[in-house]
Every structure is written in C-alpha cells, then in structure tokens.
C-alpha cells in the first residue's frame, strides 16, 4: 500500500490561519497605542532639542542630551555664585564661567548688535544646565528664538566634549552670535587701575567648518585691542597676547560675530588669560648715583 507523506505545517486549517492573523492585529494595536502614550505624555520639544541640533545639523552620536530640571530662571540652576571676594589675578574667561550669576564677578556675558562701541550691550537673563551634554552649561537671551542664540556656553566636565556639530575643551568657552547678526560677547571689568596681560586665542570648534569674526574691545575708551580677525575652519587658531593699561571699572570685551555669511556653524572656542601685572618700580644705577655725589 502507497503511503502519502505530508511535511510538517504543510497543511493548516483555516481556523490556525485566522489566529494567526488575530495575533499580529493585535501586535499592531498594541504597538500604535503604545506609541500614542509615549507622544502623549513626552514633554514638548522645540527644534531646538529634536534630531536636529541648533545648528540643523544631527546630534553626534557621543552626545549625553541631560536637560535641567531646575528651569531656565538664573537663580534656579545649580551652579552656585562665585566668590567674588576671594576672585584674585589671574582672571580665566573658562574656569571662572558660572551659570549662577551675571554679571559673574569681573565677567558678564550678553549680546551687541554691532562692535562699535555706542552699540548696546544686554546681558543674557537666562541659563540653562546640562545643555546637550552633561557639564555643559548655556547662558543665552531668550526662550523665543529656537536655537536659543546668541549665547555662552562653558565646559566644566574637565575633558573634551562633543555634542550637536562641535567640539569644546575643557575651560573652553563657546561664544555663539545670533540669528539675526547679533554679535555674542563676554565682557571683563578691571577690578582695579593698572597694566593687564590679556593672553589666550580664539578657535573654530564647529567641526562643519566655523565661518565668524572675532575682536577684543576697550569699551570705555573705545579702542580695539586686537582684531577683528577671522576664523575659519575646523580647528583654526587665532591667538592674542596684548597688554593694557587699564582704569578700575574699564570694560574689556571679546566679542564674536558671523563674519558676514549667516550664524550656522558658528560656534567658536574662547580661552583667555587676564593677569595683573606688578607695577613697575625705578632701578637706580649705583655707580651713576656715586658719581653724581662726586660732581655736587
């Protein structure tokens, strides 16, 4: 007798077939009320924090995004006030940076409309914590504006950082110009009257290629202390090493703007150096000195 063989699963009935469908319906319902929870009670985002950074570029995928919870109010974040008191020469634009005050001791950070020095400057009243990377802190001006520009953003982690298109030091500071050619600035006051060497550089960290200008200002007197200067290109340096005379109360500030061709990409590197120098003292020749007694 012809024995007929079937493979197993060859044959199923019609009722397996209908539960099989039944389970990936219910698969598919289960994965659209799942997603409709999730975009329910996410927290709005601006185009600021989605898969675009504030640049429209992608966010590097070595980036931590840690948002505050503590608000964007000044006195709410977590970096506390220096001491202000205890504040001595030399003065450092990147380790003195705070989120907790500003004006920030001898540093205050805000915007200009231009590099002239009748344009207004404006501090920025808002900060934010943890912006994108963890130990990466943003005083900026307004909520209103998507990428929140024109800003100041320091590094406190102690190591290199990336996130969104750049790439900032430890004790770096990133000094970003607006959309609309606001230029971002970070303003030091003179504690007291003397000579101060004003050393560090300006750097392109955007690693798309930064395109701004950058300058250093006596805003008191008027006058240009170094710049304005370019900076292009990922990685490109643009050092300074001046020594003024400056009167209690006189305004240095480094500012930067967007070199004329638009604000993306624009992120650039601020390290900078203030140290008082000792006065100077009178050096009196001895051997001049006796032979003038011999010719009385």
């Known amino acids: 007798m012809q024995r007929t063989f079937f493979r197993r699963n060859s044959f199923i009935s019609p009722s397996t077939n209908t539960r099989k469908l039944s389970l990936r319906l219910f698969a598919v319902m289960s994965l659209l009320i799942l997603t409709a929870v999730l975009s329910a009670t996410a927290p709005a985002q601006t185009s600021g924090y989605n898969m675009f950074n504030w640049f429209g570029s992608a966010f590097s995928p070595t980036a931590k995004m840690v948002n505050s919870s503590a608000g964007d109010n ?4 977590v970096a506390a006030p220096r001491d202000c008191a205890a504040s001595t020469s030399p003065y450092e634009a990147g380790p003195d940076f705070t989120i907790g005050a500003n004006p920030n001791c001898e540093f205050s950070y805000g915007n200009t409309a231009t590099n002239a020095p009748t344009s207004t400057f404006a501090l920025y009243p808002l900060s934010r914590a943890n912006e994108f990377v963890e130990g990466v802190d943003r005083v900026y ?13 320091g590094n406190r982690t102690g190591g290199t950082v990336q996130y969104a298109d750049v790439e900032q030091e430890s004790n770096q500071l990133n000094v970003h110009p607006g959309a609309n050619g606001e230029r971002s600035v970070v303003r030091f006051t003179a504690p007291t009257t003397g000579a101060y060497n004003i050393a560090g550089d300006f750097e392109g960290i955007s690693t798309s290629g930064t395109s701004s200008d950058a300058v250093i200002l006596n805003r008191t007197t008027g006058t240009v202390v170094f710049g304005p200067a370019p900076v292009i290109g990922t990685g490109t340096l643009v050092p300074f090493n001046q020594t003024v005379s400056l009167t209690q109360g006189d305004i240095i500030e480094f500012s930067v703007g967007d070199g004329g061709n638009g604000f993306n990409n624009d992120s ?3 390290t900078a150096t203030i140290s008082m120098l000792p006065p100077q003292t009178s050096v009196v020749d001895d051997d001049c000195f006796s032979l003038s007694r011999l010719f009385r």
């Open 268 to 270: 650039t590197g601020l």
């Open 74 to 77: 000044l006195t709410a974040n």
């Open 141 to 153: 001006r307004s909520d209103s504006d998507p990428f929140r520009l024109p800003a100041v953003l």
